[in-house]
Nanobody
Framework: QVQLVESGGGLVQPGGSLRLSCAAS????????MGWFRQVPGTEREFVAV??????????HYADSVKGRFTISRDNAKNAVYLQMNSLKPEDTAVYYC????????????????????WGQGTQVTVSS
């Protein structure tokens, strides 16, 4: 069984930065697809960023709304994935969730949270002055 635990959320002023961490325990997979999603109460879950492996290469993909501001990274030795969030905006306020899919998802499937088997409990990010 895989467990994912997020941390690093909090309250930050617009323009500030936060770094989210997701620690994976239990059975893990070196070729797993790992991503971040976010959700505002009353709205649908939104894709944020993903790391995936394809053709022996590591690929990074971001939602247009965060491109250039957020960076996803992974530390295989620690079974962890991170989301560095810079230049935060009030519209980034949401609960952020880490997701893991043991298989290598093709690009057309990474955007849909329904394709991920494992989820963390979420961490709140609030951007407000």
């Amino acid at each position: 069984q895989v467990q994912l635990v997020e941390s690093g959320g909090g309250l930050v002023q617009p323009g500030g930065s936060l770094r989210l961490s997701c620690a994976a325990s239990g059975r893990t997979f070196s070729s797993a697809t790992m991503g971040w999603f976010r959700q505002v109460p009353g709205t649908e879950r939104e894709f944020v960023a993903v790391i995936r492996w394809s053709g022996g290469n590591t690929n990074y993909h971001y939602a247009d709304s965060v491109k250039g501001r957020f960076t996803i990274s992974r530390d295989n030795a620690k079974n962890a994935v991170y989301l560095q969030m810079n230049s935060l905006k009030p519209e980034d306020t949401a609960v952020y969730y880490c997701a893991l899919e043991p298989s290598r998802l093709i690009l057309s499937r990474v955007w849909d949270g329904g394709n991920y088997d494992h989820w963390g409990q979420g961490t709140q990010v609030t951007v407000s002055s």
